[in-house]
């Protein structure tokens, strides 16, 4: 396991693994071990990997949080360019950690991936000028079954860095913006999600 480091069950959330490839360089630059069957196998991470998905966003963007109802995925996610915050959101029923959340920011320069197991809702802010961000998923993606959760439901509680503004009963975000004086980015779908307490549990 000498190309990677794998925290798992990250805050108490079992599912949850963030893993850090070992960095190589050279004078011409550096680059990254960023996935390596072996190495993942010997960790006990056995995923399989259908689909190679890549965004680009700039700041203030938030996407989330997502889920796929009969088909869900699990997500190796990584930021190639810039910097942003991941966050995952427990939906299993089943799970004594229903409803929790976890968050890491993702950069190029730590190099931090982040698998989000089965079960889970997904989103991101983007922190950095702008952002390119992959990921790799389990299941294709399957149109018509993609649903999501408010990424601001206080029963929730997801504290998402240099946000400031108050929840006014939506997930509209109108009422929010970075600290900077960042406009937030939304799809028109991700300000319609419910909270938890009203959204689909896997």
């Known amino acids: 396991m000498g190309q990677i480091k794998v925290e798992k069950n990250v805050g108490g959330i079992e599912g949850l693994h963030v893993i850090t490839p070992a ?13 390596n069957q072996r190495d993942m196998h010997e960790a006990g991470l056995d995923m399989v990997f259908v689909q190679d998905n890549e965004s680009y966003s700039t700041k203030g963007v938030l996407r989330g949080l997502h889920f796929q109802k009969q088909y869900p995925q699990g997500k190796l996610v990584r930021v190639v360019k ?8 427990d939906l299993r029923a089943n799970s004594k950690t229903y409803g929790k959340w976890y968050g890491v920011e993702l950069t190029e320069d730590n190099h931090k991936q982040f698998y989000i197991s089965e079960g889970f809702a997904h989103g991101f802010l983007v922190l950095s000028d702008e952002a390119k961000f992959c990921y790799k998923v389990t299941d294709f993606w ?11 439901d206080p029963e929730i509680g997801i504290v998402w860095p240099h ?5 006014k009963g939506t ?11 960042t406009e937030l980015n939304f799809s028109d779908k991700d300000k319609l999600w419910l909270p938890l307490k009203d959204t689909f549990k896997f």
């Open 142 to 152: 399957h149109q018509g079954d993609e649903s999501g959760l408010a990424w601001n």
């Open 171 to 181: 997930a509209d975000p109108s009422s929010y913006k970075l600290d900077d004086g």
């Open 163 to 167: 946000l400031v503004g108050e929840y």
């Open 82 to 89: 810039g910097s942003v915050f991941d966050v995952a959101v």
């Open 23 to 35: 960095v190589h360089g050279d004078d011409r630059g550096y680059f990254t071990e960023t996935y």
